[in-house]
């Protein structure tokens, strides 16, 4: 018999056998006639058990254990389930064992250290649950809007020779003869050689940086989204993040509003264009309108991030950053090389994107490795592609991490990664 899931149930099995096979999540034992709950990925149904079927080999079967159930469809009394299964047979796949880490129905709270402890549990929370299918429905829908873009998905090496991001944040280790090996915290050098060829690439994978600090939207190992596309440059890149981040909730709204809802999240689509202000008219205003202490030059601190994020709610870009203050792959404005052709993506105060358009004059980009405190020698390999008739180029790297707290409307990343890693969590 094929098994069905519980959201599948209709009408027209009313009166037919079905087989439905899941955990155990609620038990009502009233004597002669027992309910109980089997949920599966896709919903609970109610199921009228004997008091013997909740009997397995001599032991109890307990909540959370895995079954399957055969038995006729018929309408039910309950205000939750419309139809619900008569038990024929009920067979225990095994017996969950007592007392659980965590009680996944929610009833009972627990930390979030608990249940990241014993997330595969923690995920039979039907809350839970909804967060990753959303993201899985995000990674569904990012990945048709680049290739209808006409971007190829690559895959670049996380074992890597030279720093992508500069020397900060490094994982390193030694395994290679006499050569530093490093994981790879981003594509970036990679995704622009690529532009040499295939013109318009993304990738979408795990990276690495070794963030000392712990707050609630680093990690250790996180997944981004990187495009790079030759002949474009930040406007035109700026405007394929923004198509991107509108599409995808439009579409989450019209495809996943059960899972939105359900983690309690009430995101608009948000109108286009993003509003863009420059880094130089953020630090006039934080001067001038919060009276910080700050100038031209310096970076926008966690406080200031939070102000300018208290104006700017939604999505905005932070454009034009200080050459300085950007990584030495990218591009100094034509009219005013102390500034870049580059971007942060906000959404309020957090980053969810950074990019512009890059160096891809070859002695231009080795001036800018050394002004950067780099070793021009540890490039080679990269410099050398910029020495083949390398295209103009742009970009941009979006933590997908981030993107789902803000879909998701949760304060904490880990939230909305399976198995986080940081500096206090390595397993499981
Ligand atoms: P950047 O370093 O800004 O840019 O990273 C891009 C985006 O990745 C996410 N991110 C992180 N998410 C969680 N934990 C972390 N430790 C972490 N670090 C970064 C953020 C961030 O905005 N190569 C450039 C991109 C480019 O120019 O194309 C880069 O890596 O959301």
Redesign the pocket.
Known sequence: MERVYANQLNESMLGKDVEVAGWVEDVRELGAINFIIVRDVSGGVQVVVEPSMLVSNGIKVTRQSSIKVRGRVQRSRSVNYPFEIRAESLHTYSIAKHPLPIDPTGRVSASLDARLDARALDLRNPRVAAIFKLRHNTLQIIRRFLVEKGFIEVNTPKIIGSA??GGANLFKFSYFNNRQAYLA??P?LY?EQLTLALDRVFEIAS?Y?A?KSHTT????E?V?V?I?AAYMDADDVMGIAEELIHNLIRELKSKCSKELSLVGSDIDVPTLPFPKVTYTQAVEMLKKEYNMSIEVGDDLSDHALRLLGERMKSFYFIVDWPTALK?F??YERDDDPRFSYSF??QYGAL??????KRQHDASRLRKRLVEQGLNPEEFRDHLKVFEWGMPPHA?????L???MMVICNVKN?REVVLYPRDTERLSP
């Open positions: 992508s991001e915290q981003s970036q995704k990276y940086r963030e939207r680093h990690l250790n996180f981004s990187d790079e990584p792959y990218i942060d993506l980053e969810l994107a950074s990019g512009g970009g941009w790297g979006l933590g991490d981030r993107l990343v």
